[in-house]
């Protein structure tokens, strides 16, 4: 399915979304308040479940952070980018790890190197790094003289 | 082995498995809740072996961060670095010459051959025999000199380089390659009559670790791990890349979800990439191994996405470029650390004794989850 027959079907059912021609798929724009209910019904969308979450990452743009879920069909091969703009002073977000289980480490992993929190996440610690670690190495403010080289 | 004996307020034993255990097959450690010999939970515990791949990429640039990508999955380091040589020629809209695609994909099998073959021999270790493991490495040494000879290394090859692939192929490598299709067709049915066959060893993987569809899709499960449990995702099957779409080769799907279909699917594997190989082998075509590219290697701004099928599954490669010569956010999807997040969920309910057998068919190479 082409992204323009994507988007049509999609700001059906997510009339809040914004929507963005950058990169091969189509990237919807969420608000952080609207993700848990937005994530519901793309899961359970009948004809096309996206019931796949293949990628969940962060992007740290120095004014905010960018929540990143790549999503896809297992049956019918679409996929879709979903983005959330989170405040870098406050990074919140709710969690999907009941919609998509594999979200569970993804969102420790990005705890760990963002600092996003996740609310009402079954199991929010550090993974990669000890627990005692201090700041998040994925920021682009972050500085650590002695573990860090710089090119 | 076992470092520290707690018990939790319920009276239920915890231990740890690793970070130094023969069966994790690197540094993985394992807290383990026990009723019994009854597993209530495993919790792995990650980073020992995190190296921040993905912070050192933003400093590198385009042509140096492939790299670090061969210490990640180190056992299908060429279809790493394919990942990333794709990605990168996607943000610049590189054509990669004829020749090159077929070495790609010709080094890709051979690699997803050794790691099986590999994974077959440490399995069979794992549940307590040895022998194939030496009946595994007679096959996969042969590869190994193979890649050496072209590549110069044996495991973290760097071969393929954004525009095709760093140097061409060595004159014996088509001879070497044929050589190893007669030692493997002639000896393949001993793995059968060694280990599949085997009744104890059917006993232990048969309903071990039984991973449904819709976990399997839910948990982001991918490669040979979820295709036992019948969910199809062999991306080279699903989204097409190099010259894949016009190769003759089999999906393999198993849909009894435990360690024996996952156990099969691999070693099913092997003989598709085998078929793969032969239909490449004698069809190398002429000319440049490499296209011609810029020394300095600038993506448009953009975001970059692609995915390969690795050994283990679906390896994805994001690229968030603002127009310089190194990346702005880079980060590796990596097989392993989806498929381990499913090891708390098949082993649950099951004995200790089965945990060796349910996490050795899920073929978890530790670098590739640290990262």
Redesign the interface.
């Known amino acids: 399915m082409s992204n323009e027959e994507l988007k049509t079907i999609i700001s059906e059912i997510l009339s809040k979304a914004s929507f963005e021609e950058t990169g091969e798929w189509l990237n919807i724009g969420l608000e952080a308040a609207d993700w848990k209910e937005s994530a519901q019904k793309l899961r359970n969308f009948a004809s096309m479940p996206f019931n796949f979450l293949f990628c969940l990452t962060c992007i740290d743009w120095k004014t905010h952070f960018t929540m990143v879920y790549h999503l896809r069909s297992t049956t019918t091969l679409d996929n879709i980018v979903v983005k959330v703009k989170l405040d870098r002073e406050k990074p919140e977000i709710i969690t999907v790890s009941d919609i998509w289980r594999g979200a569970e480490l993804f969102e420790r992993e990005v705890y760990d190197l963002f600092g996003v929190i996740f609310l009402e996440h079954p199991d929010l610690r550090r993974l990669l790094l000890t627990d005692d670690w201090v700041g998040y190495p994925l920021r682009k403010d972050y500085e650590d003289p002695i573990n860090m080289i710089k090119l | 082995m076992v470092e520290e004996i707690g018990k939790t307020a319920e009276g239920d034993l915890i231990i740890n498995v690793g970070p130094q255990h023969p069966a994790t097959h690197g540094v993985l450690h394992l807290i383990i809740t026990l009723n019994g010999e009854t597993i209530k939970k495993v919790e792995p515990h990650?980073?020992y072996i995190?190296r921040?791949i993905?912070?050192m990429c933003e400093?590198?640039t385009y042509r140096q961060f492939i790299y670090t990508t061969s210490r990640m999955d180190y056992l299908s380091a060429h279809i790493n670095n394919h990942a990333c040589a794709l990605t990168v020629e996607k943000g610049l809209g590189i054509e990669i010459p004829a020749r090159a695609q077929v070495i790609r994909v010709l080094m890709d099998e051979l690699t997803r051959i050794a790691s099986h073959e590999l994974w077959w021999g440490a399995m069979a270790m794992d549940l307590g025999a040895f022998t194939p493991f030496f009946h595994a490495f007679r096959e996969r040494e042969t590869i190994n000199d193979i890649m050496e000879e072209t590549c110069g290394a044996r495991l973290t090859m760097n071969y393929m380089v954004p525009g095709g692939v760093m140097i061409d192929l060595h004159p014996n490598f088509q001879n070497r390659v044929k050589n190893f299709l007669t030692l493997y067709k002639r000896k393949i049915h001993e793995y059968d009559e060694l280990v599949t066959g085997n009744i104890i060893f059917q006993n232990r993987m048969k309903g071990v670790g039984v991973l449904s569809k819709e976990?399997a899709?839910?948990?982001?499960?991918?490669g040979p791990a979820a295709r036992g449990s019948g969910?199809?995702?062999d991306v080279r099957k699903?989204?097409p890349y190099e010259i894949y779409n016009s190769l003759e080769f089999d999906e393999i799907l198993e849909t009894e979800g435990d360690s024996f279909a996952r156990y099969m699917v691999r070693l099913r594997e092997m003989n598709e990439s085998i078929k793969i190989i032969e239909q490449l082998i004698d069809n190398i075509p002429e000319g440049d191994f490499q296209a011609k590219t810029k020394a300095v290697l600038k993506l448009p701004k953009?975001?970059?996405?692609q995915?390969v099928e690795t050994a283990r599954g679906?390896l994805?490669v994001?690229i968030?470029s603002e127009g310089g010569t190194t990346p702005?956010?880079i980060?590796f999807?990596s097989p392993g650390?989806?498929n381990?997040?499913?090891l708390d969920?098949i082993t649950r309910g099951g004995k200790i004794g089965d945990l060796i057998a349910s996490m050795g068919t899920l073929d978890l190479v530790i670098p590739d989850i640290?990262r």
Request: aromatic letters at 18%; proline letters at 0%.
């Open positions: 990650l980073g995190h921040s993905e912070k400093s590198l976990a899709i839910s948990f982001g499960v991918t969910v199809s995702c699903l989204y953009g975001e970059y996405y995915r679906e994805g994001y968030v702005y956010r980060k999807r650390f989806s381990l997040s499913c969920h640290d």
